[in-house]
Nanobody, 122 residues
């Protein structure tokens, strides 16, 4: 049974930082490309960042470039999202996801976590 468990969300002031973690189990982690998506209330789930099997091929949504960094530790079966310079528009539930393909659309991802809430106050 595949499980992705996110943690690290919370309430932060604008300009602050958070580090999200996603611990994976039940799959060969190093065989999956990983991504972070987010979904604000009343909006569709949107792509944030993705990372290849070995930590390369990183790709970011334009609004987070230069502020967010995705990384992974295959020895720990964990993917991270380091977020700096947070703004209120970053407020959303953040989800990690795993895929054997390589895309930015949520339908391309096979497994999902339950999400962790990030709230940025102004």
């Amino acid at each position: 049974q595949v499980q992705l468990v996110e943690s690290g969300g919370g309430l932060v002031q604008a300009g602050g930082s958070l580090r999200l973690s996603c611990a994976a189990s039940g799959l060969t982690f190093s065989s999956y490309k990983m991504a972070w998506f987010r979904q604000a209330a009343g909006t569709e789930r949107e792509f944030v960042a993705r990372i290849g099997w070995s930590g390369g091929n990183r790709y970011y949504e334009d609004s987070v470039k230069g502020r967010f960094t995705i990384s992974r530790d295959n020895a720990k079966n964990t993917v991270y999202l380091q977020m700096y310079s947070l703004i209120p528009e970053d407020t959303a539930a953040y989800y990690c996801a795993a895929t054997r393909t390589y895309g930015t659309r949520w339908v391309e991802y096979d497994y999902w976590g339950q999400g962790t809430q990030v709230t940025v106050s102004s």
